[in-house]
């Protein structure tokens, strides 16, 4: 297509052929493994900027603006959604693909789609899901049948691997160097963004954090972000990196376990953060009981009816938002079992 003027017109051939000069490491488009259903090739998008566009039009990432992070219900309005979080993954994912050559659209596509099998309430929901679910029930998991079962969105398998594996709990960890760069951006948005809501609502002060953590990494917010960033793209350029992975440099390595390990005992153990977790728990557990003895209240919608009957209610009430259960839960049962959610941060 001839384009005289401003302009130069990008097709999906182009974009495709503009990865050959992405670093050896990067997945490129052309060579992925496909989709579980084939279908014709975009003329302007690669496949992989397709599986981005999908997810930011899927319903349930919409409704992360309405899940937990860290703090249930909070009131002030600056708190980390896992939108908002969801959002910073991307950013910090995209920085280190950028930094090292890798494929930034298949980064952005992972992070994007990385928290999308969260329950409500954030973790609290995987304690109250466990035992309903042989092996017990992980959002990560439940973020793949997302994408491929309840939305049918058809995704390649390298962002369905990503979303797999984006947790360091998971074996084995992702396939690509892409996937490794969203799991140390989920880990770098989290620290450094939930240590500063946490210093927001009065749980811990500055000071409070580790020595190492604050000489390594700075006050949390952009600066923490910033130098995590550096780090990961340190070790991983580092000649001593021999197995060729996104890692990050050893000595900021001790000092990001030691703020997580701070992180889990100081702020996500905290009363101010959990103090509420029995009646998370209950309300989850109440909502689940409730929809298995009337499943009929499944909207067909949202309904795998190849499914069994305890995974089909596990579906439901495991993509619900905080507000959406809190409100269900509310018109079913007596109000005042939850009034003591009442939002806890001004």
């Known amino acids: 297509m001839s384009t005289p003027g401003p302009f130069r017109f990008t097709d999906r051939a182009a974009r495709e052929a503009a990865e050959d000069q992405l670093a050896p490491a990067a ?38 603006k309405h899940k937990t992070q860290v703090f249930l219900n909070p009131d002030g309005d600056h708190f980390v959604t896992r939108l908002t979080h969801t959002l910073q993954v991307t950013q910090v994912a995209r920085s280190l693909a950028r930094a090292l050559g890798l494929n930034e659209t298949l980064a952005e596509a992972i992070a994007l789609a990385h928290d999308v099998g969260h329950s409500p309430f954030g973790h609290l929901g995987e304690d109250a899901l466990e035992p309903y679910v042989p092996g017990g029930w992980h959002h990560a998991a439940q973020g793949v049948r997302i994408v491929e079962v309840l939305e049918h969105l058809n995704l390649t398998w390298e962002v369905r691997d990503g979303v797999r594996s984006h947790s360091w709990k998971i074996d084995p960890p992702p396939s690509t160097r892409e996937g490794e760069c969203v799991r140390y951006a989920d ?11 946490a210093i927001r609502a009065g749980v811990i002060e500055l000071g409070d954090l580790p020595v190492g953590a604050r000489d390594a990494f700075g006050a949390p917010g952009s600066e923490m972000v910033g130098r995590m960033i550096a780090a990961v793209v340190e070790g991983s350029l580092s000649p001593e990196n021999t197995a060729g992975a996104v890692v990050m440099a050893p000595g900021p390595l001790v000092a990001m376990h030691e703020l997580r390990a701070f992180m889990f005992e100081r702020v996500y153990a905290s009363e101010t953060a959990a103090g509420q977790k029995h009646v998370a728990i209950d309300v989850i557990r109440r909502l689940v009981d409730h929809h298995l003895a009337h499943p009929e209240l499944i909207p067909a919608s949202y309904r795998d009816s190849e499914a069994d009957a305890v995974t089909q209610v596990v579906d439901y009430v495991s993509g619900m938002t905080d507000r959406f259960a809190l409100a269900m839960h509310d018109r079913l049962f007596d109000a005042d ?7 806890l941060l001004g």
């Not at 880990?187 to 809501?197: K, N, Q």
């Open 27 to 64: 997945t490129r488009a052309v060579a992925s493994r496909g989709r579980v259903r084939p279908e014709p090739e975009d003329p302007l998008r690669t496949a992989f900027e397709r599986d981005r566009d999908r997810i930011l039009h899927a319903k349930a990432f919409r409704r992360l």
């Open 187 to 197: 880990r770098i948005g989290y620290l450094s963004h939930d240590a500063l809501d």
């Open 337 to 343: 079992a939850t009034s003591q959610m009442t939002p």
